[in-house]
């Protein structure tokens, strides 16, 4: 089936006029399906990490929201051991209005703003809550440890 104009119209948008610190690249063979990274913002503990995510498009694009997972290992109260992201846009907020950037933007955002009273890690989440220090220490130790050029 054809992929509708407005997802390859994104898509070129994407290619041509690339957000800063972020990367989508649609596979050859399913262009509903996007290899993603996303640069850890500056002054935050994913600072120097490079997250690799996921980002499918489904059939109801863009009445449904695209599905977007993390496939680099991350400590953060919003996103689960699974990868999964809890954002308001990706779910209840979600309007057709949004693009896959601003999406991306949304989930960039987020590496920057923790939110541990809105959590998906509920563990990570209590930790953020009982000592931020600490935390935020183990989210850089991981991000060494998982998002940087030498990590395995």
């Known amino acids: 089936m054809a992929l509708p104009k407005r ?16 990367t989508a690249v649609p596979h ?11 640069d850890g913002p500056s002054q935050s503990p ?9 980002l499918f498009l489904p059939e109801e694009y863009p009445m449904v929201a695209p599905k977007v997972r993390f496939l680099t ?11 999964r992201i809890c954002l308001d846009v990706l779910k209840t907020n979600w309007s057709p209005a949004l693009q896959i950037r601003t999406i991306l933007l949304s989930v960039q955002a987020l590496l920057g703003a923790p939110n ?7 563990d990570v989440a209590q930790r953020w809550k009982e000592d931020e ?11 060494k440890t998982y ?6």
């Open 28 to 38: 050859e063979d399913n262009l509903r399906y996007f290899d993603v990274t996303v």
């Open 73 to 83: 290992k991350i400590y953060h109260p919003n996103i689960d051991k699974l990868g």
């Open 46 to 54: 994913y600072e120097g990490g490079v997250f690799k995510l996921e």
């Open 116 to 122: 541990p009273d809105d959590p998906l890690a509920n």
């Open 133 to 143: 220090r600490a935390a935020i220490s183990t989210a850089r130790e991981w991000t």
């Open 7 to 22: 997802i390859i119209k994104e898509t070129e948008r994407l290619v041509s006029d690339p957000v800063p610190g972020i």
């Open 147 to 152: 998002a940087q050029e030498d990590a395995a």
